[in-house]
């Protein structure tokens, strides 16, 4: 740019200098005999002109290219190929906006495989109790299975399942659309806690889990205690949790059943409450299963991940995250160092959450 200024201001004082000795005003001596009165001279004038042409010039080439391949590889973004990136060049503005444009197609290429993979799982995961209700079905109508009660029974057992993960999906669907409707209000966590813990002592029973949670009663100045839920022991502390009730239970119960599941026979659940901070409510479920798989640690919360041989759907801990995130709560989940998995939420407190 310097040297083209150069080279430009150079012809510019050549043609200046020229124009300004051929032309004049005749001076006292007459437009013969006396010397000419100079005007100002022009080659200012035609350097500027130049040198404002010559960088223009050089800024449109500098600008039309890089903005060429962005407005090119748009429109293919536009198209559904989500795989275009740039090489950064050009002014400092144009290699910004560049980067972002990588950036931003990089995390709708992310989305658009994210999304087929969601549906190859959704897919999946509704063909096995299709599959089961379509051949029971026919194996009736065949003669093959009696139209009996205990046959129906299992076909009706299908139909639970496929509500369940349907309704699932839904809860993920509006929770991802930022439209999942909230009733929150204040509420006792503790017996929260304890409501959900007897809704599934049955199933915890027929698998010989034992579940520990806290109970319920008047308010104290501690946080509760975990006791076994078939014990009789003092009432723990009232904390209250800012909160909408089924989606709280929603949240509790799909940890808890997830935690029965991998626990063996002989191991425990617990369930805690506590408040770790000011203005927190914190909820904690363990059990002395397995534990996680290390290379699961990184994507549990991802939707349809299960471990091998589950017989769960993977969508629980997913919706569990979402709730907890639509109620501006935090979620984690770590192995316990002396064995067993174990999951966190906080959520906020609720009025007399800090009394």
Do not use: C
Request: hydrophobic share 40%.
């Amino acid at each position: 740019m310097a040297v083209a200024f150069v080279v430009v201001a150079g012809l510019g004082m050549t043609l200046g200098a020229i124009f300004w000795h051929g032309e004049g005003r005749p001076g006292p001596g007459g437009p013969t005999g006396g010397p000419r009165d100079r005007g100002p001279f022009p080659g200012v004038a035609i350097v500027i002109g130049l040198a404002a042409l010559a960088g223009t010039g050089l800024a449109y080439r500098r600008l039309a290219g890089p903005v060429g391949d962005l407005l090119e590889a748009a429109d293919r973004v536009g198209a559904g190929d989500y795989d275009q990136r740039l090489h950064p060049r050009g002014p400092r503005e144009v290699q910004s906006l560049m980067r972002t444009f990588n950036d931003m197609s990089g995390r709708l290429e992310a989305a658009d495989a994210a999304r087929r993979q969601f549906l190859a799982d959704v897919t999946h995961e509704l063909r096995t109790p299709l599959a089961v209700l379509q051949s029971g079905i026919e194996a009736q109508l065949d003669g093959i299975h009696p139209r009996d009660d205990s046959h129906l029974t299992s076909l009706l057992d299908e139909t639970h399942v496929l509500t369940r993960v349907v309704e699932d999906l839904h809860t993920l669907a509006l929770a991802g659309a930022g439209r999942l409707t909230l009733h929150r209000e204040s509420i006792d966590a503790v017996s929260a806690v304890a409501d959900v813990v007897a809704g599934h002592a049955a199933a915890a029973r027929a698998r010989e889990v034992t579940l520990v949670g806290p109970t319920p009663g008047p308010s104290s100045a501690h946080a509760s205690r975990p006791v076994a839920t078939d014990e009789h022991t003092p009432a723990s502390a009232a904390v209250t949790v800012d909160a909408d009730p089924v989606r709280l239970q929603q949240i509790l119960g799909n940890l808890l059943s997830n935690a029965v599941r991998h626990t063996p026979s002989g191991g425990t659940v617990t369930i805690t409450v506590e408040r770790p901070e000011p203005g927190r409510v914190g909820f904690t479920v363990a059990d002395t299963g397995p534990g996680f798989p290390a290379e699961a640690l990184p994507g549990l919360f991802d939707r349809f991940t299960k471990s091998e041989g589950s017989a769960g759907s993977g969508l629980g801990l997913a919706i569990a995250r979402d709730l907890v995130l639509a109620h501006d709560g935090t979620i984690e989940a770590a192995n316990h160092p002396g064995g067993g998995a174990v999951v966190s939420f906080r959520l906020p407190a609720g009025r007399d959450g800090d009394r």
